[in-house]
Antibody, heavy 122, light 105 residues
């Protein structure tokens, strides 16, 4: 059974930084693309970015609002993917989910974690 | 592109709920659908326009053509009350729909 578990959320002031982690199990992690998706309180879903598998090039992609501020990387030896968030803004307040990214097959997010809440407030 | 969904859909138990997702030439790419119950993570219910993941009931079906993808819930049950989001890849980024709240009256 696939299991994804995010951690690292919390409260931070505008301009601050936070690092989120996502631990994956029950899958061959090295073959899987991983994405981060966020959801502001009471709002819809927004894709943040992804890390392709190394066999598929290992490219990292981001949505425009976070480019230059957020970084994603993966550690295949630990079955982990990370989201480093710098220069945080109040509009980054959201629940952040990691999800498996089935781009090659269907461009869908097959499995999701339970999410971790990030609150950016002064 | 943008994906537009109706904000809400109401359905009686046992009836059919239909949720639309509109976007320019959406039919040229795959559409997926997610169910999100209150306080829970999204759950994939349809991928590749019309395929159901293992464990998703047969009452969930999908289609995608032209500018519109559609999620149909046949024989709607109380447990289907949730928010539903469509999603697609627009060539450079993933896009989610605006979301539809399905209420089972």
């Amino acid at each position: 059974e696939v299991h994804l578990a995010e951690s690292g959320g919390g409260s931070v002031k505008p301009g601050g930084s936070l690092r989120l982690s996502c631990a994956a199990s029950g899958l061959t992690f090295t073959n899987v693309w991983m994405s981060w998706v966020r959801q502001a309180p009471g709002k819809g879903l927004e894709w943040v970015g992804r890390a392709k598998s190394k066999i598929d090039g290992g490219t990292i992609d981001y949505t425009s609002p976070v480019k230059g501020r957020f970084s994603i990387w993966r550690d295949d030896s630990k079955n982990m993917v990370y989201l480093q968030m710098n220069s945080l803004k109040t509009e980054d307040t959201a629940v952040y989910y990691c999800a498996t990214d089935n781009f090659v097959g269907a461009a869908s997010f097959d499995y999701w974690g339970r999410g971790t809440l990030v609150t950016v407030s002064s | 592109f943008e994906l537009t969904q109706p904000p809400s859909v109401s359905v009686s138990p046992g009836q059919t709920a239909t949720i639309s997702c509109s976007g320019d030439n959406l039919g040229d790419t795959y559409a997926s659908w997610y169910q999100q119950r209150p306080g829970q993570s999204p759950l994939l219910v349809i991928y590749q326009d019309d395929r159901r993941p293992s464990g998703i009931p047969e009452r969930f079906s999908g289609s995608n053509s032209g500018n519109t993808a559609t999620l149909t819930i046949s024989g709607t049950q109380a447990m289907d009350e949730a928010d539903y989001y469509c999603q697609a890849w627009d060539g450079s980024t993933y896009v989610f729909g605006t979301g539809t709240r399905v209420t089972v009256l």
